[in-house]
Structures are given as C-alpha cells and as structure tokens.
C-alpha cells in the first residue's frame, strides 16, 4: 500500500517514535479516556507501527473500542525533544458519538473508557499529554491546528521582520457602551 503526504513521509522516513492518539467527545462535550494494565488514564491511540500510518493508528485505536466511524483532522502535532532523537505525537478528531454511556470496558475488558468532563481531563492526563488534550480542543474551537515542543505551545505568532500578525478571525470593533436612560 502506498501512503502519501504526511502519513507517507511519517510511515517510509521518519526514524522517530510517532504516536498518533484520537480525540473523541460526546454531544455534552465530554472527552473520551482510556487506562489498561498500567491504570495510566489516556487519550486512545498508540504508537505507529513501521508498516502503518498515524491516520490508520487512529483508525485502529477506534476498532479497538469497538466504535464505528472515521477519522477527521489533524489537531494537534507535538515533537519532544529527547536524548534518543524525539518523538512525535498526533492528535485526530475522532468526531462526537451521540450516547448517554459514561464508562464502559472495550478490548475484551483489557481497556477502561470514560467520558470525563472537558475541565478534568488535564488532571487525569500525565501533564504533557494533558497539554495536548487541551490545545487539541483549543484547534477544534478555532478550526485550526496546534504546534507544541515538549506539549508547550510553539505556534508561529509572528515572524522577525514580518508584519503584523496574521489571525484565523479578523478583529471585532469595540461595542459601544450601552445608553442608560436616567
């Protein structure tokens, strides 16, 4: 199978760790976790095998829930630094799934899901994949996509030399004070 554009670089040359995880919400807008053996809470996903694609990772972690659906955008890329050469990990929307379930056993009960509150999700995550968490629900917000080194926000907000700052909306006028009759 040949693979093109990212997930073809990432899958044919990048000699980096890559993981690629899902962010899936419920229609209230809770977040989708999961925790195995290690009882470590996680975004679902897992590391990209050399004969696979970040894209079908994500795909895979959704199979493992036993959930139905596809893949949507890029949210959140993050690159951290290490003294073995870095790694990357990718952030997808995995969409809203319309139920009333909170938690649930998947993976013939090897995985436990839950639907954890938007707030909540940061403090159940190990801090850098709670970063991730946050700035992939930051992208889906303004429909962009989150740059982070080390899960810091490493955006590009302007450029030396450049001029001013480009922005996703165009600024709004200040609103007028509102007339008091006395």
Not at 35 to 45: E, H, V
Not at 85 to 90: H, I, K, M, V, Y
Not at 152 to 159: I, K, L, N, Q, V
Request: charged residues 25%.
């Amino acid at each position: 199978m040949t693979t093109t554009g990212l997930d073809g670089f990432l899958s044919g040359r990048w000699r980096h760790r890559v993981v690629a995880t899902v962010l899936l919400r419920r229609t209230d807008g809770r977040v989708l976790l999961v925790r195995g053996a290690d009882r470590m809470w996680k975004l679902p996903g897992g590391a990209v095998r050399p004969e696979s694609s970040p894209r079908a990772t994500a795909e895979r972690a959704l199979r493992r829930l036993a959930l139905e659906g596809g893949i949507g955008r890029l949210l959140v890329q993050d690159f951290a630094t290490g003294a073995d050469g870095g790694s990357l990990s990718l952030v997808f929307d995995g969409g809203t799934w319309d139920t009333g379930v909170t938690v649930f056993a998947a993976d013939d009960g090897a995985l436990e899901a839950a639907f954890s509150h938007p707030e909540a999700v940061s403090r159940l995550l190990e801090p850098t994949e709670g970063e991730r968490a946050a700035a992939a629900l930051w992208a889906l917000e303004l429909g962009g996509t989150a740059e982070l080194e080390d899960g810091r926000d490493a955006t590009a907000r302007e450029r030396p030399g450049a001029g001013p700052v480009r922005r996703l909306m165009p600024e709004l006028p200040e609103v007028p004070q509102i007339l008091r009759r006395d």
